[in-house]
């Protein structure tokens, strides 16, 4: 039996047993992993019960109970894994485990699983709407005000880019009243596949948002092309798909670009060793060859040195983007349709 006082904050402790207990008419466990997570604060374990595998999760307490979460409204759609256990005003739950997959390695075809991630992404943005509402133009000013404070890193690639930013901040629609259930961080360790579905998990950072965001951070990591967006578009919009739509999203791809390079900077400041100076080279962090070495291993966004040059790789990404004859076209569309 695996010890749950070895891993389980002591206040938590008799919480998590009488979770158990009541789900499980035992508080004992054969197994207990900690999980590495996204953008959540919670702590996850993978916990293993009479030989079979959930989620314990642990959240901070809340002081009502009335208000269903983002996670319970997505799993009731079967779009997060199943609920055993929830107690809210504990911050305790208890879901499925699924047992993840390669998706490339079972969808044979890059349009498949472009067109399945796009309607996975439809899917979530037709959930009933979150109540849970945040400032989108708020938190990517924040972040960039907090990189700036900070002054780990400077130079003319960021320079440009929030040159670029501040006109993509004039002139894209932030107060669309269009807004959807969003998830807001769909990298690929939150989409789970069985071998037959794709499960999204880790719903903390999720609320009421601009549907393009879901639909710009997933096409980050999986759309390399022309080809792949128009797949991926397509499966989301249908016959509805409009210059308009290809505008919005060529523009949240980049601010999306740079929260996640602020997010990476942000991490990469937290990591590195005290005293240490973050080495200003961009030259070398050339996307494409850093999500390589992520693939492989090589790189590990856990680590120092992974979390930097991720970071730099996005800034150099960015700016290419925003350099683009796509850019400035981009802007016409917005503007004559706007």
């Keep these: 039996m695996a010890a749950l006082q070895n891993l389980i904050p ?6 998590v047993e009488s979770a158990l207990l009541q789900t499980f008419n035992t508080s004992q466990v054969q197994k207990i992993t900690l999980l590495a997570g996204g953008l959540s604060a919670s702590i996850v374990y993978k916990i293993e019960v009479d ?11 809340v002081e009502s109970a009335d208000q269903e979460s983002c996670m319970e409204i997505a799993a009731v759609a079967g779009i997060a894994p199943k609920f055993y256990y ?9 879901t499925a485990f699924i047992q993840p997959m390669s998706m490339q390695a079972v969808f044979k ?3 498949l699983l472009l067109s399945s991630l796009g309607k996975v992404v439809s899917s979530i943005h037709n959930l009933p709407l979150f109540s849970k509402e945040n400032s989108l133009i708020d938190t990517v000013d924040g972040l960039i005000a907090q990189f700036k404070t900070s002054k780990m890193l400077t130079g003319p690639v960021f320079d440009a880019c929030f040159a670029h930013y501040e006109t993509i901040r004039k002139y894209y629609p932030w ?6 259930s969003s998830h807001n961080d769909l990298n690929p360790n939150n989409m789970v596949f069985d071998g037959e579905k794709i499960w999204v998990i880790d719903w903390d950072a999720a609320f009421q948002n601009d549907r393009y965001v879901d639909l710009a951070i997933l096409a980050n990591f999986y759309v390399t092309d022309e080809d792949g967006e128009n797949i991926f578009l397509e499966a989301y919009f ?4 409009n210059d308009y739509n290809r505008a919005r999203f060529f523009m949240m791809r980049q601010i999306c670009r ?13 990591s590195k060793i005290t005293g240490a100076v973050h080495d200003p080279d961009m030259e070398k962090a050339d996307l494409k060859t850093i999500k390589k070495q992520l693939g492989t291993g090589e ?3 856990a680590a120092y040195h992974g979390q930097l040059i991720f970071g730099k790789a996005l800034m150099n990404e960015t700016l290419e983007q925003m350099r683009s004859p796509r850019f400035a076209l981009s802007f016409d569309n917005l503007l004559i349709i706007e």
Aim: proline share 4%.
């Design 10 to 15: 002591a206040a938590k402790l008799p919480a």
């Design 109 to 111: 075809s890059r349009e």
């Design 238 to 241: 249908g016959s509805e798909l």
């Design 299 to 301: 790189l590990s966004l």
């Design 51 to 61: 030989g079979q595998e959930y989620v314990l999760k642990l959240d901070s307490p």
């Design 258 to 270: 740079l929260v996640y390079a602020m997010l990476m900077f942000k991490l990469a400041e937290g």
């Design 86 to 94: 929830l107690n809210r005003v504990a911050g305790i739950a208890i």
């Design 175 to 180: 107060d669309d009243a269009d807004k959807v």
